[in-house]
């Protein structure tokens, strides 16, 4: 029965997000079990296999999840949901072209739904593309004009660009929309390279009131009280517990290149040197040409004192798109700003 398939569907998402808010493992086998019911009662329903793609993407299965994605869109061409979450796939697992395309294509199809505009926007935003990112962004508060998500990640892009006052007005946007995680996490990290780091941690304080088992906003919580002398004690306490949380995702997720850059940033500054090399190294295998595992990697050179490895990665990281503004203002590279090297690639850089 469709309908059946479909509430079945509902639960089997329910109990994804509620794996999401709290890493507990027994939420993923009852999401999957609800979903495999669904296909049961009713193998049609392009709901069912949507559900499923996306707890095998969130699981690191990608193979499946792009399956299940594609038998989704096979179902009903005119749902854009699967091939959202099969650009995700795509980006996952590196294919950055195919993903590219697809959303351009879906964006073409579909120019009036803001969810393709968003998706590519957040790459773009990633790959330090920031230009195209604010015009993607613009293009989906055209169609949602309070769309919070949009706010949040414009004023990232204007704060990459190194235009604080925009980014520091989109963020007040999205934050007075509604009180989200993520925008906390960005106001956070606008006063972060901008010195101002109580004001910072006031913001990183409130995102993990919002989302309490996210791992990364405890690492930059840490991070922003590791540069306070008064608040070292504290930085340690939230590293330790950014560890544990990364360990317990990992178990389920080893393929996550993001969650094991915060379990090797977490190693780092607990004094475990190897840990941390180990774990970095295992991220740079997954995601070799990932901003944050070379940002991660020229962190953990230098504060390591290895400046001729910290350089090499500054270099690609700034190759691979990374905003020099931000470079400028990172309280952990500033060990390298006094070498000359550092100075010819930011040159380098001015003049491409």
Known sequence: DAGFARANAGLCNAYWQKYDLTSAGDWVGRAEDYCQRALQQDDDQPEVHEALGTIYAGTARWEEAANAYNRAIALDKDRIEGYLGLANVYRQQNRIEEMETLLRQVIHDNPDHWKPYYALAAYMLLQGRFDEAINLNKSVLKLTPDNILAYSNL??????????????????????????????????????????????????????????????????????????????????????????????????????????????????????????????????????????????????????????????????????????????????????????????????????
Do not use: C
């Open 155 to 352: 004023g990232v892009a204007y704060f990459s660009i190194g235009d604080f006052n925009k980014a520091a007005e989109a963020y007040n946007y999205s934050v007075a929309l509604s009180p989200t995680s993520r925008g906390y996490s960005n106001t956070g990290v606008m006063y972060y390279y901008a010195g101002e780091y109580r004001k910072a941690a006031d913001m990183f304080r409130e995102a993990l009131r919002l989302e309490p088992e996210n791992q990364l906003i405890y690492i930059n919580l840490a991070d922003t009280l590791r540069q306070l002398p008064d608040q070292t004690v504290k930085a340690r306490l939230l590293y330790r517990k950014a560890k544990q949380i990364s360990m317990s995702r990992l178990q389920l997720t080893p393929d996550n290149a993001a969650v094991r850059l915060s379990l090797s940033e977490a190693y780092l500054y607990l004094g475990k040197k190897n840990r941390s090399l180990e774990e970095l190294e295992r991220a740079r295998v997954q995601a070799p040409k990932n901003v944050n595992v070379l940002l991660s990697s020229a962190h953990t050179w230098a504060h390591l004192g290895d400046t001729d490895k910290a350089l090499i990665a500054l270099e690609q990281l700034i190759a691979a798109g990374y905003a020099q503004s931000l470079v400028n203002a990172d309280p952990d590279l500033a060990s390298l700003r006094r070498l000359p090297r550092y100075r010819e690639i930011m040159r380098v850089a001015e003049g491409k």
